[in-house]
């Protein structure tokens, strides 16, 4: 379990970057070391130089003699080369150094003087006297060794710290991934409410928690209202199914004749249809919540629709005692599904003929402002109070006033899910006027080259 | 008329059986799509009623099936739960006509009526019952001679009953074919309607076109 951060993504990710990262200081490392080196041997064969050239100055003033008290004098002194040696002929004039074959140039004496490597230059002052000056490389391995230790102490700090950040940086992913998991298996549990946290460093995770968050919240409304909608439905079913069940019990009780069973059977009929239709109304809003639909939108010119609907329920508010009044102030077109725009402005029309006395008068208005057609239903009754405005659209809500009347309290739902499947905002009228107004401010579509 | 019924819950289609023959009608039933295309191919019917949810093959793939072959029997499709979509869907794969379940079966009686009445009939340009008549070009229409003066929606009312007269047609019928409304409306549009043409056409004539069929619907009949 504890090496589980061994096994993330992350981890890994900084372990590849920390083995990249020593190959670069590898080879960094080995270039400082080769140019130092470098560098370290030139100097000391420029040393050699100088002495030589030094040595040369004295024989071309005073000969063999003066080049042996130059050398002499340089060979005590520190910071110039260690070893010389002068010869003529093979055989040892002065130095510390035991004669040798003469060599021009660079020369490298590996393991001589003491054991130890020697680097100088030798030349010929004149032919025959040959001379050496060299230091010892004993200082510059010391160095090099010195510089070698240093790069190893910086190799394994970096090494160390690679490992330590891809742990650390592991441990925080596995943590706040294992958060994600918690959060996960809590709604899995039941908990529809749980939700992945976000730290607020807007880094990839919380983007990613956040997009979680939101299906998670979209995914909780949607549960709550089929919870909501199963419910009702179970409730509001209750009602309707007993009725019918009190009444074939009652005519199994009561029923004489052949014509009481047939009444009954009627009655019976008549309420199974009614709840037939519930059924009916709450899958239709149930499918316009789904959207559905919006693949078969067409342009729809909504004066003449709004026409076609006066004339639909002109005659029936008039059987009513209502006057329905069509007032086309604008032409608008927009797009929708006739069907279901007719289904709305059909529940407005006819809640304001159930539910106001005789003498009310409805209108029915189409007007612009902008790019929205505005689309009003208005009535001059006794209105419904504001408090109650944001129930009246809610599923099965049914104002006390009108549970008498026949209704499920779906018209105002199935107008709210057609709106918003159109884009349409739905305003109730809020001012002091009697009735109730209701607004739907469609987008229009704009004729092209208007826009 | 002879009826094919492609229905697989079998209880739904003993009940239409029944009904069918109880008006007199002769019905073939079967109960998968495979074995109701077969059917459909091996003899001539007046309809068939096809529903929706068929094992083997589908009854929209069915009837797509049929139309592609030139066949040109009328179709009225049965479903459950109506999707806001299948009806369209349906009408476009070839259907006549559409009803959900469940349903009262005056209602399936008016439409396969309808539908069969619907075939192989040009399309007139005068429609007549006694002495009623229509002229739907001109857009008129008048009575013994006298002419009467209707709403356009009254217009399409009397036109519909007159294209089904002699048969019932339903208020649902009614209220998709003049209304275009597909669901029930809760105040009597097609009543007001109804009555509101009665007395024109029926008020002061001596006998009476339009009947209320009860439990059924309506009917424009000379007697």
């Given at each position: 379990m504890q090496i589980r951060f061994l096994y993330t993504e992350a981890f890994r990710l900084s372990a590849i970057y920390a083995g990249i990262f020593a190959l670069s200081a590898l080879a960094l490392g080995s270039v400082i070391f080769v140019m130092t080196d470098r560098a370290f041997r030139d100097q000391v064969v420029q040393f050699s130089r100088a002495d030589i050239a030094a040595m040369r100055n004295g024989f071309d003033a005073d000969g063999i003699k003066e080049a042996r008290e130059v050398l002499q004098q340089i060979m005590g002194?520190?910071?110039?080369?260690?070893f010389f040696l002068l010869q003529k002929d093979g055989k040892k004039i002065a130095g510390n150094l035991p004669p040798m074959p003469a060599q021009t140039g660079i020369v490298p004496l590996p393991g001589s003087g003491r054991g130890h490597d020697i680097l100088g230059a030798g030349d010929f002052l004149e032919p025959g006297l040959y001379v050496f000056a060299g230091s010892d490389l004993q200082r510059v391995h010391a160095a090099e060794r010195e510089i070698l230790q240093t790069l190893a102490w910086l190799f394994a700090l970096a090494m160390l710290l690679a490992i330590a950040g891809g742990t650390l940086v592991s441990r925080s992913f596995l943590q706040r991934s294992d958060a994600m998991a918690r959060a996960c298996r809590a709604i899995m549990d039941g908990d529809l409410k749980a939700r992945i946290p976000v730290r607020g460093a807007h880094d990839e995770l919380d983007r990613l928690a956040g997009t979680i968050n939101e299906m998670l919240d979209r995914i909780a409304a949607l549960m709550e209202n089929l919870r909501q909608v199963t419910n009702d439905i179970a409730h509001d079913l209750r009602t309707p199914v007993s009725h019918l069940r009190q009444r074939l019990e009652r005519a199994r009780e009561d029923s004489h004749e052949t014509k009481d069973y047939a009444e009954a059977l009627s009655a019976a009929i008549e309420k199974t249809d009614e709840i037939l239709q519930l059924f009916a109304s709450l899958l239709r809003i149930a499918q316009i919540e789904g959207g559905a639909r919006r693949a078969d939108f067409a342009p729809i010119a909504l004066g003449p629709l709004l026409t076609h609907v006066r004339d639909m329920f002109g005659a029936v508010a008039e059987a009513s005692g209502h006057h329905l009044e069509l007032r086309l102030n604008a032409e608008a077109t927009i797009r929708g599904d006739r069907a279901l725009i007719i289904q709305l402005l059909s529940n407005l029309i006819e809640n304001a003929i159930l539910h106001t006395p005789e003498g009310t008068g409805i209108s029915l208005q189409l007007s612009r402002a902008g790019e929205r057609a505005l689309v009003t239903v208005n009535d001059d009754g006794p209105g419904v109070p504001r408090e109650e405005h944001a129930k009246?659209?809610?599923?099965?809500y049914r104002r006390e006033a009108s549970r008498?009347?026949?209704?499920?309290?779906l018209g105002l739902s199935l107008v709210a899910a057609v709106a918003e499947l159109h884009g349409a905002d739905v305003t109730l009228r809020d001012d002091n006027a009697p009735g109730l107004g209701v607004t739907l401010s469609f987008p229009v579509i704009l004729p092209p080259g208007a826009a | 008329m002879k009826i094919l019924l492609i229905e697989d819950d079998r209880e739904t289609a003993g009940h239409i059986v029944h009904a069918l023959e109880n008006q007199g009608h002769s019905v073939e039933q079967v109960h998968d799509g495979i074995a109701g295309l077969a059917q459909a191919r091996a003899s001539e019917h007046s309809a068939l009623i096809v529903d929706r949810m068929l094992p083997g093959l589908d009854g929209l793939s069915l009837v797509k099936q049929l139309r592609a072959e030139g066949r040109q029997t009328p179709v009225l499709f049965l479903t459950t739960m109506s999707g806001l979509d299948d009806r369209v869907e349906g009408l476009e794969g070839g259907g006549d006509d559409y009803l959900v379940k469940p349903f009262a079966f005056s209602e399936l009686l008016a439409r396969v009526n309808a539908i069969t009445r619907r075939h192989g009939e040009g399309e007139p340009t005068k429609l007549r019952a006694a002495d009623l008549e229509m002229d739907l070009i001109r857009r008129t229409a008048s009575r013994a001679g006298k002419s009467i003066e209707l709403q356009p929606q009254e217009f399409r009312l009397l036109e519909y009953l007159l294209r089904n007269a002699g048969r019932v047609v339903t208020r649902a019928m009614l209220l998709e074919?003049?209304?275009?409304?597909h669901f029930d409306p809760r105040t009597n549009i097609v009543e007001t309607h109804l009555s509101r043409l009665r007395s024109k056409i029926?008020?002061?004539?001596?006998?009476?076109l339009i009947h209320t069929v009860r439990g059924a619907g309506y009917i424009l009949r000379a007697d």
């Open positions: 002194t520190p910071g110039e080369s260690d009246l659209f809610q599923r099965l008498s009347q026949p209704g499920y309290g | 074919n003049v209304w275009d409304l029926d008020r002061g004539f001596g006998a009476e």
